[in-house]
């Protein structure tokens, strides 16, 4: 009972003391005080209109049409032409049309043009012209090459298949040479197109034959073989 109103004393005395303190602090130092101005109901507003009139308006971009969107309007005002769809056929009968077209293209297109001359294609051809030609260059090529049969390289005897395209012109002469699969020996390959060099000049196609074609493109698989070192093609 004593300690609890030891406690209460002790409590009002500081109480007490810090009152005195703020009241000090108060009578040295006044809070400052807000002055306002009366107002009164018959005052007239403040005009702001003069913010209103000096606002300049924004101009209008001149945009200057692209010639993009002049070539668009030009071509909105062309006349586009549509094509006709006619109505669906069959497969049977595409499959017809496809086949009749391509008789058509064979019968009347057997020569395969580049720019201004033609070139024909001697693999199952028809004309005994063309055929005979081919056989003619088979064997001069065979003949020269059995002559000139390549040398071993490294002590290696080379053999072989080459296929090569060549495409001769109404001379005889050489225009085109080409290794269409190789033997897989690059020396092998080398030998094949030097021997077919070494038959150019071939004989001039006949009037017959100038007739047909302006060229003629002969594909053939020569093979070379080391037991006679001879050289055929099929």
């Not at 024909?120 to 055929?131: G, P, R």
């Not at 290794?179 to 094949?192: F, K, N, P, T, Y």
């Not at 004989?203 to 034959?209: K, V």
Request: proline share 7%.
């Amino acid at each position: 009972m004593v300690k609890k109103t030891t406690f209460l004393w002790v409590l009002l005395l500081s109480l007490v003391i810090h009152i005195c303190i703020l009241w000090f602090f108060l009578s040295q130092y006044p809070l400052p005080q807000i002055n306002t101005l009366p107002f009164s109901d018959t005052q007239a507003p403040v005009n702001l209109t003069w913010f209103s009139e000096n606002l300049v308006p924004p101009k209008e971009p001149n945009i200057q049409p692209s010639l993009a969107s002049k070539d668009i309007t030009r071509f909105k005002k062309k006349d586009i032409v549509l094509p006709v769809v006619g109505l669906k056929k069959s497969p049977i009968n595409d499959h017809k049309d496809l086949i009749t077209q391509s008789l058509d293209m064979a019968k009347h297109l057997e020569a395969e043009r580049v720019g201004t001359k033609r070139i024909i294609n001697s693999i199952n051809n028809q004309y005994a012209v063309i055929q005979q030609y081919e056989n003619d260059f088979r064997g001069k090529v065979e003949r020269i090459g059995s002559v000139n049969y390549p040398a071993p390289v490294n002590g290696n005897p080379l053999s072989g298949n080459v296929r090569v395209s060549v495409v001769i012109d109404s001379n005889g002469h050489i225009q085109e040479l080409l290794v269409l699969r190789s033997s897989g020996v690059i020396a092998l390959d080398q030998a094949a197109i030097n021997i077919i060099r070494l038959c150019d000049p071939f004989p001039p196609f006949s009037e017959t034959m100038k007739a047909i074609t302006d060229e003629v493109r002969i594909t053939r698989t020569f093979v070379f073989r080391q037991t006679d070192e001879s050289v055929i093609s099929h």
